[in-house]
């Protein structure tokens, strides 16, 4: 038996903004945008073989609680990329601060915060 994880749904605050930085960031684009559940709307942004759902309820939503405390909670997506340094720059380029740095087995990684607050790994693995 085999399995692809195809996508991951994530509630954001503003789902064109969000996709217009995973396109500048990792090369993204945006697969389909359209109603959603519970009045909402969503926007489906990746490559043609996955890709992440940004969802936005109909009114502002609450802030999540310490993700590392709860259970269920999203602690992090990562991201595997083939230029770490380009994408590091890139994540700067869209306001966003690289922190916690690590180059060890399997591979170099960084992890950055996005306007929602939720954590992305960008990881490069060494081949």
Known sequence: MSA?????NVTVSNPEATA?????VFGWHTRWSG???NGGRSLHVGNANSYLALYAPPSAPGEAPESYQTTGGLNHLAVV????DATEAAVKAAGFTPKNHGDYE??????FHD???????AVQYDD
Do not use: C, K, T
């Not at 692809?4 to 991951?8: D, P, Q, S, T, Y």
């Not at 990329?81 to 770490?84: R, S, Y």
């Not at 306007?115 to 790994?121: P, R």
């Open 4 to 8: 692809i994880l195809e996508h991951a």
């Open 20 to 24: 217009e930085w995973m396109a500048q």
């Open 35 to 37: 109603p959603s559940i």
């Open 81 to 84: 990329v083939d230029n770490l």
């Open 106 to 111: 399997p591979g170099r990684r960084f992890y």
């Open 115 to 121: 306007a929602d607050g939720i954590e992305y790994e």
